[in-house]
């Protein structure tokens, strides 16, 4: 078990920088998930860690120690890779028993730690064959089986489920967060699916174009996005987000219409700003709006059941405004609609430098 | 469901079905038809080449036959005559197997070549291309380039080992017993060498990258690497260099002719130049028959056998899956 830290991490192809000087801390027994769109670097920062890659500046350290030119094999990690990597001329067994070789235990203790990895993933059955005799979930297995048979002091995982069917990577996700929460090894786990992100983090890091752009619970991310990219980001279906003007008291969307009386507090400047609400907070308006909350009159599109509850996707001033609300809807595609949130629950970005007003 | 919609659609199915006319002949047959007839020409063309010389061949292995005089039986007569009274056919047996030297140092200085050109270094298209050119160049003159080459009075070798003050006196490699066919082996090499590089390249590149990484990871070194990951992966490529060699050793009979004509003496002569002296100097096509026969023997045998050692997947490309 370990701790692991970047430190103004900068990786450069030639004289392309692809990751910008990043700086992240994770805690002994964590389990940090880097997640962004493709591209980001987020398998760029995963492969510095492991060594895989040469870090054109600043430092990794692992356990306290520069491991910055540390070869992969002394660095006591794991890594599981997307495609999985097994190596397709060795039995099931051979694949686990390969790292042990070089690590210098003998046969017998080689054969009781397969073993009892084994028995963790559910693959005594399987040891005798090769990976091409596996299903997709099985190779899977393998790969932490080979990842976890040499107690490692932190876990890599390249986004390990995604050759997996939605099904499966559902219930490889729960192994996998089980598996953490009985080997407390700190882990770094790099997906572009935020599903993933929310269920297995203890904490996110949310990645753009080779920048941290916000690092937090999976809580905070969701319910306090530091930056407009974290915003559309994080949620599914995203936040709503629409251009706004503050006046100093009131914050009125483009058509002139005004959004929020009382912007408590919220972006004492006046300019141009991104007012933000998630769909789930917004309802259909009945009656007088009670205090604290606001209202936009919308024009709806699209109405889609998804059977728990219904999505509604609307225009206000030309922006697409959606909401979730139950599935017993009045409203009718084509038709105008007042539609409510609580102020509590909006956010409000500075437009052009895309961070959260408090 | 037995709703009035559900008779109404057993209806239309009737009628389409009626509409369809039966096919003359069945779907499986058809197929088959079609298959045997793109494979005809190619049928006859292996037949009146192959099979039937081949068939002719052994015939004549078992007769007395020389052109314009009528055929006899002789039963094992000739091959009795090549195991127990020709003792140029066992020397040019024990040629042929030293030639097959080619195979093993071909293949190893084809992987390390490999391994190099693998590397990320600047203009390793070029060392491929180069490496690789001698394969497509026409053997007759890549004997006469050797010829010259080998040379003792003009020789670039010969040259080159006086300079260096290896030798005090210019060396005849090719009139020379002791030099002879170990010259030619060299030539051989050469010549295959850039193919075999190609088919090992092509192993290598198609061994994922991923896997060297998890192999670093997982502990394993440099030599680690090579021996339990690049070389496994290889053997496919290794095996189908191993064939591809064996069938060279039967056949180059162009090199040998070009460089030595089999000289000095029977030194260079493999078992195809002296098939080809016995049938086309001598006339006796009948011997020539027996010796073919047992080429074809030794060369199935041999190819078995590294199909068998291979695993059954020689020149196999997908090793992922
Ligand atoms: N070998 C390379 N040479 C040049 N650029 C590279 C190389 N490898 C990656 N990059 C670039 O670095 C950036 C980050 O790549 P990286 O693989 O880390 O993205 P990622 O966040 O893992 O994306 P994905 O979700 O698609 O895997 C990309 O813009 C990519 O084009
Ligand atoms: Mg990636």
């Known amino acids: 078990m370990a701790t692991v830290e970047f430190s103004s ?53 692992i356990d306290g120690q520069i491991v910055n030119e540390i070869e992969p094999r ?50 005594t059955d399987l040891l005798d064959r090769r990976p091409k005799q596996l299903s997709g979930g099985q190779r899977q297995r393998v790969a932490m089986g080979r990842a976890i048979v040499r107690d490692p002091q932190v876990f890599l995982f390249d986004e390990p489920l995604s050759n997996l ?25 790099v997906t572009h699916d935020q599903v993933e992100a929310m269920t297995l983090a203890d904490r996110v890091v949310v990645m753009n174009n080779g920048r941290i752009e916000q690092v937090g619970t999976p809580e905070q991310v969701y319910h306090h996005p530091e930056t407009l990219f974290v915003a559309s980001f994080i949620g599914s279906p995203t936040m709503n987000l629409v251009p706004a003007e503050h006046d100093g008291t009131l914050l009125r969307l483009n058509d002139g219409s005004v959004l929020i009386r009382q912007p408590e507090n919220k972006a004492a400047q006046p300019g141009a700003k991104m007012f933000g609400v998630r769909p789930e ?33 609307a225009t206000v001033a030309g922006s697409p405004f959606a909401a979730r609300v139950p599935p017993a809807t009045r409203l009718q595609p084509g038709a105008s609609a007042r539609l409510r949130f609580p102020n509590d629950k909006t956010h409000l970005f500075d437009a052009d430098t895309g961070k959260a007003l408090a | ?52 010389p081949l068939a002719w061949n052994v015939v004549l292995s078992f007769s007395f036959w020389a052109p314009g005089k009528p055929i006899r039986f002789a039963g094992l007569y000739q091959y009795q005559e090549l195991a127990f009274y ?84 210019p060396i005849a490699f090719l009139e020379s017993y002791d030099f002879a066919l170990a010259a030619v082996i060299a030539a051989a090499v050469w010549q295959i060498l850039g193919f075999f590089m190609i088919i090992i390249l092509t192993g290598l590149q198609n061994i994922p990258p991923h896997l060297y990484e998890a192999a670093r990871i997982d502990g394993a070194r440099a030599h680690h690497r090579f ?3 690049t070389l496994p992966l290889l053997r496919p490529s290794l095996f189908l260099c191993v064939i591809l060699g064996v069938i060279a050793s039967f056949t180059s009979f162009d090199l040998i002719y070009t460089m030595t004509n089999g000289g000095p003496g029977h030194a260079t002569d493999l078992l195809i130049t002296y098939i080809y002296k016995a049938a086309f100097t001598l006339s006796r096509f009948d011997y020539a028959a027996a010796m073919t026969v047992v080429m074809f023997v030794l060369f199935l045998a041999l190819a078995l056998l590294t199909n068998r050692l291979a695993g059954g997947d020689a020149g196999k490309v997908d090793i992922s899956d």
Not at chain 1, 38 to 44: A, R
Not at chain 2, 104 to 114: N, R, V
């Open chain 1, 9 to 61: 991490l900068v990786k450069k192809y030639g004289p392309l920088e692809v990751v910008h000087s990043i700086d992240l801390a994770i805690r002994d027994g964590e389990f940090v998930v880097l997640v962004g769109p493709s591209g980001c670097g987020k398998s760029t920062c995963l492969r510095m860690l492991a060594g895989l890659e040469e870090i054109s500046g600043g430092k990794i350290l």
């Open chain 1, 74 to 123: 002394d660095r006591n990690i794991a890594m599981v890779f997307q495609d999985y990597a097994l190596y397709p001329h060795m039995s099931v067994y051979e694949n686990m028993a390969f790292s042990l070789q070089y690590r210098g235990f003998n046969k017998k203790e080689i054969k009781t730690r397969v073993a009892a990895a084994a028995t963790t993933l559910g693959l």
């Open chain 1, 165 to 189: 069917d939605a099904k499966l990577r559902g219930s490889m996700r729960i192994e996998i967060k089980k598996l953490h929460r009985r080997l407390g090894v700190t882990t770094v786990y």
């Open chain 1, 281 to 313: 907070d917004v309802t259909v308006a009945e009656g007088p709006p009670p205090e604290g909350h606001s209202e936009v009159e919308v024009v709806v599109d699209v109405i889609e059941a998804l059977g728990a509850d219904t999505l509604v996707f």
């Open chain 2, 1 to 52: 469901m037995d709703t009035p919609s559900r008779h109404a659609d057993d209806r239309k199915t009737a009628v389409v079905a009626q509409r369809m006319k039966k096919p003359f002949l069945s779907r499986k047959t058809r197929h088959l038809a079609f298959v045997w007839m793109l494979l005809l020409p190619a049928l006859l063309v292996y037949f009146a080449y192959r099979a039937v």
């Open chain 2, 86 to 169: 020709d003792g140029i056919f066992w020397e040019v047996l024990k040629n042929t197997a030293i030639f097959m030297l080619v195979i093993p140092i071909s293949i190893m200085l084809a992987l390390a070549l490999a391994l190099l050109v693998d590397q990320k270094i600047t203009g390793r298209n070029i060392y491929r291309t180069i490496i690789f050119l001698p394969y497509p160049m026409m053997v007759v003159a890549v004997g006469i380039v050797w010829r010259w080459l080998y040379n003792d009075n003009v020789g670039l070798i010969n040259y080159a080992l006086r300079s260096m003050g290896l030798i005090s006196r």
């Open chain 2, 227 to 229: 021996w339990r990951i």
